[in-house]
């Protein structure tokens, strides 16, 4: 039987990921292409020289890229003629949010928009198979496969004269960076859905062989919009429970409580298990945006209203950072110009090295600006592109001496290697800003406890 | 050995079970004596004639007054001097919060008028034990035990001479109306707090008493006041997820997606378990309310900012039975004066008779305005006091030509006894208004399916 092809589109987070896993599913089913831009050159070198392009931890990339060597079933181009080889396109591409300045009533300016997405469907529709079938991957603004694929593949069909015997789906996927990012599109549950049954037959047989479906049961949705609203939804639900938590941080903060005490004992109900905690702010590609994408959905696809709080949960989180920087700039009341300062951790995640939308940049950012000498350290992190900046050795770490430390990712590491201890040891008296609630007792107890400064914690 | 003597101030929904619960712990350790106003004459009168003054299915309610009234240690009055008899008083008096209009912004005008409170305190401090235990178990503004039940008792035992021997704590219950009423007593988690160690430890001693803490285990609080906050914050958690929801509901509406399904899809994964679903509204006496305690609570208490999302929650759940009234007289649009409607269900959950702000109220009273013909029916309420109207029976609800149907509260006796199918059965054609999307598949099958209008269902 000759093998199909899957041509994925777009290489960043998801799809390189993605195009490996088609590329290694148990049995030899498929000869997979990566496309990307041409800008995006290095990517396709990396991949084609067996390397991932994204960091990551987990050891079963280098499996998937040993059995696409060994399968020879694997490349990646920036040709986008491969479209026209594919049986199946999977759409992995980003759908960006630009946002604006937030006013004072924390409303949130932004804009989509859908030429460049609009754009890479026509790529694919123009030169592909009559009977293609088009997965998106991609978190778009719910309506996209019906209001925009759809009809940019009808526009392209009757411009080529062919019956419109293409497929398209919706299908999210999970990804988590970390040392399970495989297994998060392997192993976990999938939401899928199709312009028609026909569609929604041909996602689903597609899924059966790429996921692990016996154990994580694929669920079929009544149409893609309803796809493409879960996968919005889902990270609105979370970008939102942490915005609330948010004003509850600053009233405990007031009333001399411990939030995390008070959470913990919530959580006990199994109706409150979701309740989030303090924190320093939301990071990464999803929460920060996804629920703007819903809002615009529901104003410029269905003429709709806006989604308020789903709104105002991300003005909220984008400015959870300057929570933490106000207690630091309170704790310097006297003059921060010249204090040194190491921030600890600058992933949003942690135990990762995702640097999207860290809520450290800013906290980094309004410390730049104010003077301070800072030094970065992130054992996930050797260098911080989007600020250009490099992180140091664990022995830089601990010669400095510092004013101050902020735990600004709470990688476990900090808590088991030492490092966190000795620091805290060789800087008496300083500032251990914690955000997160992270450090244990055991290694505060043997410090000043005046010199924590910990978000949502009133009573230290 | 002398029993100790336990006076349960407030004899309402939980004070009422508590002292029940109190009387008949496994062990007769108490004398209990229930304590309300002279207004609640008839309260006092039911429960010293073994007649439980809240309507309930649950069995264990009379196995405890059995108990009792072998033990022969409780009795309820309205006489304010028995507080000079307790070791232990519990507070499950009421703090209610006024609420007024809704501007145009949806921010809720409310008051929190603490003095009935402060009253009902001082009551006990004037004539109580001098190291008399008092447990706060009432939701109150968190602050509430140290900035006016400890001071109310150093003014009285100022005045009285006494050294400050009070012990003062709180402790929250859980409890839910239904067939467990009494176990939500006995059988659950407990968090609670002392004003100093030696009120934490009595607390803790009593509560070890009443409920099962070796299955469930008690939860110590750094004070009070995280006691106080950890109530408000579940059930604010709770109003916020709601009122989330209910601008997705519209969103799926006009984007013609079943918002159901997507949710079923989304709480697959265990960090979205807690997200919730469509509905009519919101009901009872704490989620329409605790919110605004806590929002009041941090200005008033600790001069610290307003909840905005808290307070905002509120609103948007106070007006969300307006969503349901916009599909009926969208459906009615060309006139519902004298149509006949029939509301199955009044009371704010189901499967319980408890009308305490019941969502239905207001789409019940706009219905009255607009001269509808409406007719009643809930098992669990044969008289709706609020609305002082009666519900009619299985047979009178099955002979009405209705032209449409409501369904005010998803009882499961419903879907189950065969009355919703006949009702069906009986009035073709009529329209079926479903805001809990809780009919099951099986009953609307056999009926047109565009008879059905189900909030947050914009694919039927």
Not at 126 to 139: A, H, I, N
Not at 228 to 239: G, I, Y
Not at 265 to 272: C, F, K, V
Request: proline share 5%; with cysteine; aromatic share 8%.
């Amino acid at each position: 039987m000759k093998k199909k092809t899957v041509v994925v589109q777009g290489l960043g987070f998801v799809g390189a990921a993605m195009a490996l896993v088609v590329a290694s599913t148990r049995d030899d089913l498929y000869d997979v292409i990566g496309v990307d831009l041409p800008s995006k050159a290095a990517v396709i070198g990396k991949l084609n020289a067996g390397e991932f392009p994204v960091r990551s931890s987990d050891p079963k990339i280098s499996e998937c890229f040993e059995t696409a060597r060994k399968r020879n079933n694997f490349r990646a181009t920036s040709d986008q003629g491969v479209y026209a080889l594919a049986d199946v396109v999977v759409v992995d591409i980003n759908l960006d949010v630009r946002k604006g300045v937030r006013d004072e009533h924390l409303d949130t300016n932004y804009s989509v928009t859908l030429d460049p997405f609009r754009e890479a469907i026509r790529s694919i529709a123009s030169v592909c198979k009559q009977d293609v079938l088009v997965l998106v991957e991609s978190t778009v603004p719910p309506g996209t496969c019906k209001k925009l694929v759809q009809p940019v593949f009808e526009e392209a069909f009757r411009n080529r004269n062919l019956p419109f015997d293409f497929k398209i789906g919706h299908s999210y996927e999970r990804v988590m960076p970390g040392p399970g990012y495989i297994d998060s599109i392997r192993n976990f549950y999938r939401v899928y859905a199709g312009i028609d049954d026909k569609s929604a037959d041909a996602v689903e047989a597609f899924l059966k062989t790429i996921i692990s479906t016996y154990e994580f049961p694929l669920t079929r949705l009544g149409n893609t919009t309803a796809s493409e609203m879960a996968k919005v939804l889902e990270n609105s639900f979370r970008a939102m429970n942490i915005a609330f938590i948010q004003e509850w941080t600053e009233f405990a903060e007031a009333a001399d409580v411990n939030l995390f005490e008070v959470i913990d004992a919530i959580r006990m109900r199994p109706t409150h298990k979701n309740i989030m905690k303090p924190g320093l702010g939301v990071g990464g590609y999803c929460l920060t945006k996804d629920p703007l994408l819903a809002s615009w959905s529901s104003q410029h696809f269905f003429g709709a209203k806006k989604l308020p709080q789903s709104e105002r949960a991300v003005a909220i989180n984008d400015a959870m950072p300057g929570h933490t920087l106000g207690l630091i700039l309170q704790h310097f009341r006297e003059g921060i110009a010249g204090k040194k300062i190491l921030i600890l951790g600058i992933s949003y995640l942690p135990d990762v090295g995702d640097t999207r939308s860290t809520p450290v940049e800013p906290v980094f950012a309004a410390l730049q600006d104010s003077k301070t000498r800072l030094i970065l350290h992130d054992p996930y992190v050797p260098y911080w592109e989007e600020q250009r900046a490099k992180t140091c050795s664990d022995e830089e770490a601990l010669a400095g001496d510092y004013d101050a430390v902020i735990l600004g990712a709470a990688h476990k590491s900090y808590f088991q290697d030492g490092l966190l201890e000795n620091i805290l040891g060789n800087n008496k008296p300083l500032a251990v800003f914690d955000p997160h609630g992270a450090i244990p007792d055991a290694i505060r107890a043997g410090y000043p406890q005046h010199a924590f400064k910990i978000t949502g914690r009133g009573d230290v």
